[in-house]
């Protein structure tokens, strides 16, 4: 098995260029199948989760490939709904957006349930299929039983409808925009999530000939409609892989510009490390992050966008471990998603957990100890922690974290980390 290690300590300084946006590429890719035709797509992230996105479209008779290293052109003109198993869902939870292309464009879909982070919690499906039921479909097919392995929907057609969710989902929301585009009349998704990858989604629809509105505030507007296109897309650099690598530099006392991102969607990252008295100098495409000595210590909170990103809390609270004094973490959005911290107290992190709040007890340092990458963004928390930890940090199942972070080895290098990817005996 492979794992990274790293020899703490360094402080990281010099360039890192963000990639696309993981959250916005793995709606965009499914959403070419609403339509016959040749699309071309830059700015895509080299990740496992894209390989996999790429390997179901090819499975449903799309070809797709990499005309460079970030620009993938996907030919959609031979694509059938046809049932997807958990052998090809299995790797990201992003997957089941399948579901909601397949079901607009073909009026069918079986998805087998996807894989992805879990967090210890549940993540269900209900709100996705209420929108499908919503727009017309049989989710299960009638005096069928829901089965747990598979969403499958069907309709003779599907027709515009106002939903309103109970609660903020993402995934809801792209899956239903996916569906309701080509649903005959207007359907109004109320309390919907405003996520930048959600922007971003609706814009390249619209590209495609889809007329949605509204996307980016809790109400989005969508008039459906059957003659849809092929289009060229760029698609957002990643807040999430930027906002990391501002909290790495952070955390080394660094002094890293980090290019090719959008300063606005980063907003609450960097009012937070100014908080803890990090300095972040804003420019057009980029923003610089200089740290030195103890940093303090602050609260943090959870919310949906334009809140405090869920997809930040671990290694925000991992630099926090580190302050100089006593921070709160709520975890609003997820259920349990601070199983890491026992990861993180093995590298002598004092964490106390009270139901959906994290206590961090800043300590003067970290120590090197074998660790685990409990999911993705766990998984950088750990490189973060391990970078700054004195001694050596061997950091096990990677492949969470090569499904969102594209060469996180060789950028960390630039900077000059000490951390390498190696090659271990398989653990019995």
Not at 409 to 419: H, N, S
């Amino acid at each position: 098995m492979e794992k990274y290690c790293i020899h703490g300590g360094k402080r990281l300084t010099g360039t890192i260029d963000i990639s696309g946006a993981k959250n916005a590429a793995v709606a965009i890719l499914p959403a070419t199948v609403l339509a016959s035709d040749v699309f071309v797509i830059e700015n895509v992230p080299r990740i496992s989760d894209i390989f996999a996105m790429v390997q179901i479209l090819e499975e449903l008779g799309a070809t797709c490939k990499f005309l460079n290293k970030s620009t993938l052109e996907i030919d959609t003109r031979n694509v059938q709904s046809r049932p997807l198993s958990s052998a090809l869902t299995k790797c990201l939870r992003a997957s089941y957006y399948f579901a909601g292309s397949l079901l607009g464009r073909f009026n069918y879909a079986s998805v087998a349930t996807p894989g992805g982070c879990v967090f210890g919690g549940t993540r269900p499906m209900d709100m996705h299929i209420k929108g499908f039921m919503e727009l017309g479909a049989m989710v299960p097919p009638a005096n069928v039983p829901l089965d747990p392995e598979k969403i499958e929907a069907k309709a003779d057609k599907l027709i515009g409808s106002y939903i309103y969710f109970d609660k903020v989902s993402v995934g809801a929301t792209i899956n239903v925009m996916l569906a309701a585009v080509r649903a005959r009349g207007i359907t109004v998704i109320e309390n919907a999530a405003r996520e930048p990858h959600i922007v971003d989604l609706a814009n390249f629809l619209n590209l495609m000939g889809c007329k949605v509105m509204g996307a980016g505030t809790n109400s989005i507007r969508i008039e459906g409609r059957q003659d849809l296109h092929g289009t060229n897309y760029s698609i957002i650099p990643d807040q999430i892989e930027a906002g990391t690598y501002m909290v790495a530099a952070a955390a080394t006392k660094g002094d890293v510009l980090i290019r090719n991102v959008i300063p606005k969607h980063l907003d609450t990252i960097t009012v937070k490390l100014r908080e803890c008295g990090v300095t972040v100098e804003e420019f057009d495409d980029s923003v610089r992050i200089c740290a030195e000595g103890r940093l303090k210590p602050c609260n943090l909170k959870t919310l949906p966008h334009p809140g405090f990103p869920t997809d930040m809390q671990p290694q925000f609270t991992t630099l926090l471990a580190m302050c100089d004094g006593m921070s709160v973490v709520t975890e609003s959005v997820w259920d349990n998603r601070f199983n890491y911290l026992n990861q993180l107290r093995r590298m002598k992190a004092e964490v106390e957990i009270e139901g959906k709040h994290a206590i961090v007890h800043g300590v003067e340092k970290l120590y090197g100890a074998s660790v685990i990458a409990n999911d993705l963004r766990a998984g950088a928390a750990m490189v973060i922690a391990g970078l700054c930890a004195e001694g050596e940090t061997c950091i096990g199942d990677i492949y969470h974290i090569d499904r969102g972070y594209e060469d996180i080895v060789e950028k960390l290098q630039a900077c000059g980390a000490d951390i390498c990817r190696k090659e271990f005996p398989d653990e019995e």
